[in-house]
Protein backbone atom coordinates (compact mmCIF):
# COMPACT_ATOMS: atom_id res chain seq x y z
CA UNK A 1 0.00 0.00 0.00
CA UNK A 2 1.06 3.74 -0.88
CA UNK A 3 1.58 6.06 1.26
CA UNK A 4 2.93 9.81 0.44
CA UNK A 5 4.18 12.46 3.05
CA UNK A 6 4.51 16.01 1.89
CA UNK A 7 6.88 18.53 3.26
CA UNK A 8 8.39 22.00 1.90
CA UNK A 9 5.68 24.22 3.38
CA UNK A 10 5.99 27.40 5.00
CA UNK A 11 5.45 30.99 5.54
CA UNK A 12 6.89 33.54 2.73
CA UNK A 13 6.17 36.87 1.66
CA UNK A 14 4.25 37.62 -1.36
CA UNK A 15 6.77 37.05 -4.60
CA UNK A 16 8.77 34.19 -2.97
CA UNK A 17 8.90 30.56 -3.80
CA UNK A 18 8.79 27.48 -2.00
CA UNK A 19 9.15 24.18 -3.13
CA UNK A 20 6.66 20.80 -2.00
CA UNK A 21 8.03 17.81 -2.03
CA UNK A 22 5.67 14.63 -2.08
CA UNK A 23 8.05 10.97 -1.09
CA UNK A 24 5.73 7.70 -1.98
CA UNK A 25 6.61 4.54 0.22
CA UNK A 26 5.54 1.29 -0.77
CA UNK A 27 4.28 0.09 -4.11
CA UNK A 28 3.80 2.84 -6.41
CA UNK A 29 4.42 1.96 -9.46
CA UNK A 30 0.67 0.81 -10.21
CA UNK A 31 0.07 4.66 -9.87
CA UNK A 32 0.77 6.69 -13.42
CA UNK A 33 -1.31 9.83 -11.57
CA UNK A 34 0.28 12.09 -9.49
CA UNK A 35 -1.29 15.58 -8.63
CA UNK A 36 -1.25 18.59 -6.10
CA UNK A 37 -4.46 19.75 -4.37
CA UNK A 38 -5.29 22.95 -2.26
CA UNK A 39 -7.45 23.92 0.10
CA UNK A 40 -7.70 27.46 0.98
CA UNK A 41 -9.59 28.18 4.36
CA UNK A 42 -13.41 28.01 3.89
CA UNK A 43 -12.90 26.86 0.43
CA UNK A 44 -13.35 23.72 -1.22
CA UNK A 45 -10.92 21.61 -2.31
CA UNK A 46 -8.92 23.18 -5.84
CA UNK A 47 -6.97 20.83 -8.23
CA UNK A 48 -3.34 22.63 -8.78
CA UNK A 49 -1.63 20.00 -10.89
CA UNK A 50 -0.89 16.89 -12.57
CA UNK A 51 2.16 14.76 -13.87
CA UNK A 52 1.65 11.29 -15.53
CA UNK A 53 4.26 9.30 -14.14
CA UNK A 54 5.09 7.42 -16.73
CA UNK A 55 5.90 9.72 -20.07
CA UNK A 56 6.10 13.17 -17.79
CA UNK A 57 3.64 15.33 -19.07
CA UNK A 58 2.38 18.14 -16.99
CA UNK A 59 -1.25 20.36 -16.45
CA UNK A 60 -1.96 23.29 -14.62
CA UNK A 61 -4.83 24.91 -13.14
CA UNK A 62 -4.81 28.31 -14.72
CA UNK A 63 -4.15 30.23 -11.64
CA UNK A 64 -0.85 28.35 -11.26
CA UNK A 65 0.53 28.34 -14.60
CA UNK A 66 4.03 30.24 -15.49
CA UNK A 67 4.27 30.34 -11.50
CA UNK A 68 4.02 26.64 -10.33
CA UNK A 69 6.06 23.75 -12.19
CA UNK A 70 5.46 20.19 -11.05
CA UNK A 71 8.25 17.28 -11.64
CA UNK A 72 9.23 14.06 -10.19
CA UNK A 73 12.53 11.71 -9.32
CA UNK A 74 11.11 8.40 -10.11
CA UNK A 75 14.57 6.99 -8.66
CA UNK A 76 13.79 8.64 -5.43
CA UNK A 77 9.85 8.20 -5.55
CA UNK A 78 9.47 12.28 -4.94
CA UNK A 79 7.12 14.75 -6.69
CA UNK A 80 7.84 18.15 -6.69
CA UNK A 81 5.97 21.30 -7.02
CA UNK A 82 8.18 24.62 -7.60
CA UNK A 83 6.01 27.70 -6.51
CA UNK A 84 7.37 31.11 -7.49
CA UNK A 85 5.89 34.41 -7.55
CA UNK A 86 3.74 33.12 -4.85
CA UNK A 87 0.57 35.26 -3.84
CA UNK A 88 -1.55 35.86 -0.91
CA UNK A 89 -4.73 34.21 -2.99
CA UNK A 90 -1.71 30.90 -2.68
CA UNK A 91 -2.31 30.01 0.66
CA UNK A 92 -3.80 27.13 1.34
CA UNK A 93 -3.13 23.40 2.80
CA UNK A 94 -1.24 21.55 0.07
CA UNK A 95 -2.04 18.18 -0.82
CA UNK A 96 -0.11 15.80 -2.91
CA UNK A 97 -2.22 12.50 -4.73
CA UNK A 98 -1.57 9.49 -6.52
CA UNK A 99 -3.78 7.34 -8.26
CA UNK A 100 -3.96 4.36 -11.33
CA UNK A 101 -6.65 6.51 -13.48
CA UNK A 102 -6.86 10.07 -14.03
CA UNK A 103 -10.57 9.55 -12.64
CA UNK A 104 -9.35 8.30 -9.59
CA UNK A 105 -7.04 11.34 -8.89
CA UNK A 106 -9.68 12.88 -6.93
CA UNK A 107 -11.04 13.59 -3.86
CA UNK A 108 -12.14 10.24 -2.52
CA UNK A 109 -10.05 8.42 -4.79
CA UNK A 110 -6.41 7.43 -4.73
CA UNK A 111 -3.98 7.89 -2.42
CA UNK A 112 -3.71 11.00 -0.43
CA UNK A 113 -0.94 12.90 1.81
CA UNK A 114 -1.78 15.02 4.86
CA UNK A 115 -0.77 18.26 3.64
CA UNK A 116 1.82 20.74 4.20
CA UNK A 117 0.21 24.75 5.34
CA UNK A 118 1.60 27.07 2.98
CA UNK A 119 0.97 30.90 3.80
CA UNK A 120 1.65 34.11 1.89
CA UNK A 121 1.73 37.26 3.38
CA UNK A 122 1.01 40.70 1.22
Known amino acids: QVQLVESGGGSVQAGGSLRLSCVASGSSYSNNYLGWFRQAPGKGLQWVST????????YYHDSVKGRFTISQNNAKNTMYLQMNSLKPEDTAMYYC???????????????WGQGTQVTVSS
Open 51 to 58: IIRVGGAT
Open 97 to 111: AAAPTQRDLAPGGGT
